[in-house]
């Protein structure tokens, strides 16, 4: 009897976590407003603001219309099958709005990935960086590794919640007191979603022609 109900105990757990790390995935795609909230950096034309196997965080809720040079984003190469996380270098026309990006580490921007970025080339705005996490990726084999990208970044997100409360409790009791890895030149980003789906890229050669890395 103890036996079976320590069995019937153990299940109940594991299906409480399956439960719980769902509705996580769940929550974070829709408040980030796109299927792939989370992309690993797989190339250095970003650094040193990003590096690769850094986590980046993309809220696709921003829209299009309101980037500014300077933000960094996350969208589709429009002459390639590639993702790409590059910064906002110029805007090129504003209707219909048109950009230009560049890799921070690159000496121009590339034709073909980094220009002319239109509305449906637009993945999102990146919003987070979590260093290095991307290390997982490498270790776990999908959909494992995604899953403990998504509970880090929830578990980060309540934290940042109940700092947030805290903080501000502390404020109102106040009142109480007297007063007192390479330098290629495409940065992509892998996808995180659980079917596998990367976006690969390598460095492109010397005239700048982006040569794809399979994986």
Known sequence: MKKNSAASGFVKDIIIVIIGIAIIWIGLRVAF????????????SMIPTLNV????????????????????????APAEDLVIVHRVADILSQNPLTIRTKGDANPGSIPGIDFPITQKDYIG???????????????????????????????MIVKQFGKAKTNTAG??????????SDNSNVANAESSLA????AKFDKPDKDQEPEEKKE
């Open 53 to 76: 196997f850094d986590v980046i965080v993309v809220n696709g809720n921003i829209p299009f219309d309101h980037l500014k040079v300077g933000n960094i984003i996350v969208f589709h």
């Open 125 to 155: 705005k990146v919003v987070y960086v979590i260093p290095q996490i991307g290390y997982v990726t490498r270790i776990l084999t999908p959909p494992i590794n995604y899953i403990i990208i998504a509970v880090i970044v929830g578990v």
């Open 171 to 180: 404020i109102l009791s106040s009142k109480d007191l007297p007063s007192n």
């Open 195 to 198: 079917d596998k789906e990367y």
């Open 33 to 44: 407003g796109t299927e792939n909230p989370f992309y690993v950096v797989s190339s250095g």
